[in-house]
């Protein structure tokens, strides 16, 4: 008896969480449908253990005005994790370092599409800047990435 207990126990619990026992945080990712690289970086979120979501949109503008996105920020694609925007070619190991930290911003992003950035070719040797936003729009240096 107590073995049928403990089976429908595990059972439940695995009902009652479904994102943990479907693979690991929940991310929707806004794109339009005729990018390749914005499609190659939800690939490499996926391959981290992201569980991606892909959601095509001729007019991303509504999404990043939604999410808070500011103009100067704006990468090729949004994608939304845990109530955060990411925006753009934003590497797998900031995008953690966020979800762990969970600092009082909006989202973080890496404006434009630099090359050697996922999705862009990936270089070791690329440089640029992960910012993050705050609730006003406000962006400061997240982290940098790459030697400087």
Not at 12 to 25: C, E, I, N, Y
Not at 66 to 79: I, K, L
Request: with cysteine.
């Amino acid at each position: 008896m107590k073995r049928l207990s403990l089976a429908a126990l595990l059972v439940a619990s695995a009902l009652a969480t479904p994102a943990l026992a479907a693979g690991g945080p929940a991310m929707t990712v806004f794109k339009s449908p005729w990018c390749g690289c914005c499609e190659a970086w939800a690939k490499i979120m996926e391959d981290a253990g992201f569980t991606v979501t892909i959601e095509n949109r001729e007019d991303l503008d509504p999404v990043k005005r939604q999410a808070g996105v500011p103009q100067a920020m704006e990468g090729c694609h949004t994608a939304m994790v845990d109530g955060y925007f990411v925006e753009g070619h934003v590497p797998v190991a900031s995008v953690r370092r966020m979800l762990s930290e969970r600092p009082q911003i909006a989202g973080i992003a890496v404006p434009g599409m630099p090359s050697g950035s996922p999705g862009m070719g990936e270089d070791a040797s690329a440089r640029y800047d992960v910012l993050s936003v705050d609730g006003s729009g406000k962006a400061a240096i997240y982290e940098s990435v790459g030697a400087r």
